[in-house]
Nanobody, 130 residues
Framework: QVQLVESGGGTVQPGGSLRLSCAVS????????IAWFRQVPGKEREGVSA????????YYASFVKGRASISRDNAKNTAALQIDDLKVEDTAVYYC???????????????????????WGQGTQVTVSA
């Protein structure tokens, strides 16, 4: 059974940093695409960042580019997302998502498209407030 568990959310002041973690079980992690999404009430879930399994290619949404860093540790079956210079508008529930790579590096819908991923965590709340 595939399980993704996020941690690391919380409340932080504008300009601060957070590091979110995603622990994955039930898959062959080194052949598993990982991404982070976020959602606020009343809005669509949007892609924040993604990292492939084949070559570790990374992808970032324009609203976090230059402020975020995604990584993965295949030995520990974990992925992480560091976001610096947090803004009030970064407030959202952040979700870890994934799918098996099926041995390739091709994305069908796109690395930051929610339809790309089969498996989802329960989410962790990030609140940026003064």
């Amino acid at each position: 059974q595939v399980q993704l568990v996020e941690s690391g959310g919380g409340t932080v002041q504008p300009g601060g940093s957070l590091r979110l973690s995603c622990a994955v079980s039930g898959v062959t992690f080194e052949r598993y695409f990982i991404a982070w999404f976020r959602q606020v009430p009343g809005k669509e879930r949007e892609g924040v960042s993604a990292i492939s399994s084949a070559d570790g290619s990374t992808y970032y949404a324009s609203f976090v580019k230059g402020r975020a860093s995604i990584s993965r540790d295949n030995a520990k079956n974990t992925a992480a997302l560091q976001i610096d210079d947090l803004k009030v508008e970064d407030t959202a529930v952040y979700y870890c998502a994934g799918r098996p790579s099926h041995g390739g590096s091709h994305y069908y819908a796109g690395p930051l498209h929610k339809d790309e991923y089969d498996d989802w965590g329960q989410g962790t709340q990030v609140t940026v407030s003064a």
